[in-house]
């Protein structure tokens, strides 16, 4: 059989030919071709001589375009918090180069060994506390076209709750004789976490103390609720008022365990504060009733030592309270009030009835306000709103800075209490965890040594 041969036509070969010595950068001579169908030979135009340097020469342009991988601004080292408001923080890196791809690596602080974070492949990486433990270290990895780099070695710090903030504050603040607790209420004492006042009184060492919710005004009359320390139905009657379902039993507890006590009633619902003309929040209800109640329950069941010497601080709360609907059963309409702070003359009246009643009964009251530092140091028409309060009160102040669990790096404002010796006891956070309390975030304090003896 004769096989026939397919042959690549003259002039596509010739091309071919000149295509391959252009790529060797040698200068290609002129071509002839030659078609059978033509006459004769017939000159093809010759193509542009190549450099012998070109190859080269593009290599390097298409490099100028390609930008080394550098990193122009490194990683720092970072603090945050365990609990709180800063509890989280953005390492960042810039890097110049093209088509940069990161990898952000970690390893803790008894490792040596880098791992790489699944999915961190970002300029930036948000390390939270919740994740990543005190002392760990982090660095990126940036490739580029041209090369990879490394970035500097950051140490996250995560500051967790102090077990001795009595000890800081009076380092930090040049001051001596402080002491450590905590405030208490039901909310610490529910079916599924009642603290260990053991685990507390541990915390708070020899001189430690717990300060507890007596009572609270903050529900309006006629309305139902959860009682936190059994989780059944309850409800509020005539006047609204309630006392604290762990109240004694903590008093008991704290007692027991040598802890130092004091009491604290929540401002609530009084007639100076529902706008209805049936009272349908209050009923009528007044500070003085609210003093009233507060002792009474105070000397039943709170373990209430009100000697001369050693006085345990009783404590009106000045907070603002929820917003309550209530329907008038005249009318049909609905009223929707807020419960608001009591006012200065509100709080006197609590304060000077209570005192009154307290001597009547033997005891040496040692008075206080608790208040948030910025409502302590408000002002109105340039004098101080608390002026009055502050010569017959003492401070204890609520100021958390970072609410961390540690003491703040300064002071809180004490408006014109200045005048009066400052805070006797401060709130530094409502972050602290103690171990083996058996319930989680807890209100604590301190306090200085005169806090117990009456003013």
């Excluded at 053991?198 to 903050?218: E, H, M, P």
């Excluded at 004091?262 to 009272?279: A, K, L, P, R």
Aim: hydrophobic share 35%; charged share 15%; aromatic share 10%.
């Amino acid at each position: 059989m004769t096989r026939t041969v397919k042959r690549q036509p003259k002039l596509l070969l010739a091309i071919s030919v000149a295509a391959a010595i252009a790529a060797s950068g040698l200068v290609a001579p002129a071509l002839v071709q030659t078609d059978s169908s033509a006459s004769g030979p017939v000159a093809a135009a010759a193509p542009s001589p190549v450099s012998a340097a070109g190859a080269p020469a593009a290599a390097e342009a298409l490099a100028s375009r390609t930008k080394k991988t550098k990193i122009t601004s490194n990683i720092s080292s970072a603090t945050i918090s365990r609990y709180g408001t800063k509890t989280s923080t953005t390492f960042r890196v810039k890097a110049a180069g093209t088509k940069l791809r990161y990898q952000w690596q970690q390893h803790s602080a008894s490792s040596k060994k880098w791992k790489s974070i699944k999915g961190a492949k970002s300029s930036k990486y948000l390390a939270k506390a919740s994740t990543w433990s005190n002392g760990t270290r982090f660095r990126v990895i940036v490739t580029g076209k041209r090369g990879k780099k490394i970035s500097k070695t950051a140490k996250l710090t995560v500051l967790y709750p102090t077990k001795t903030p009595a000890k800081d504050a009076a380092k930090a603040f040049h001051l001596s004789g402080l002491r450590q607790g905590v405030d208490l209420s039901s909310y610490q004492y529910t079916p599924s976490g009642r603290v260990n006042l053991s685990a507390v009184k541990s915390w708070a060492g020899t001189n430690g103390f717990t300060i507890l919710r007596n009572g609270s005004g903050s529900r309006p009359i006629n309305t139902s609720f959860t009682n936190a320390c059994t989780n059944k139905a309850a409800s509020i009657g005539a006047a609204p008022v309630t006392e604290d379902c762990s109240y004694a039993t903590l008093a008991d507890g704290a007692t027991a365990r040598g802890l130092k006590l004091g009491g604290y009633w929540f401002n609530g619902w009084i007639s100076s504060i529902d706008t209805t003309s049936e009272q349908l929040f209050a009923n009528s209800y007044t500070p003085t009733a609210s003093a009233m109640q507060f002792v009474t329950w105070l000397e039943a069941d709170g373990n209430y030592t009100g000697s001369v010497s050693n006085s345990d601080p009783i404590v009106l709360d000045v907070e603002a309270g929820s917003a309550w609907t209530k329907t008038s059963a005249a009318t049909g309409k609905k009223y929707t009030v807020s419960l608001r702070a009591w006012n200065a003359s509100e709080v006197t009246e609590f304060l000077t009835v209570a005192k009154r009643q307290l001597q009547l009964d033997g005891y040496y009251p040692n008075l206080y306000v608790y208040m948030g530092a910025s409502n302590a140091s408000r002002t109105a028409n340039g004098a101080y709103v608390w002026r009055d309060v502050a010569a017959v009160a003492r401070l204890w102040v609520a100021y958390w800075g970072t609410d961390n669990g540690r003491v703040p790096t300064k002071q809180p404002a004490v408006g014109p209490w200045a005048s009066y010796g400052g805070w006797s006891m401060w709130q530094y956070t409502s972050n602290n965890r103690i171990s083996g309390s058996g319930v989680g975030a807890l209100d604590s304090d301190i306090a200085k040594s005169s806090a117990w003896t009456p003013r």
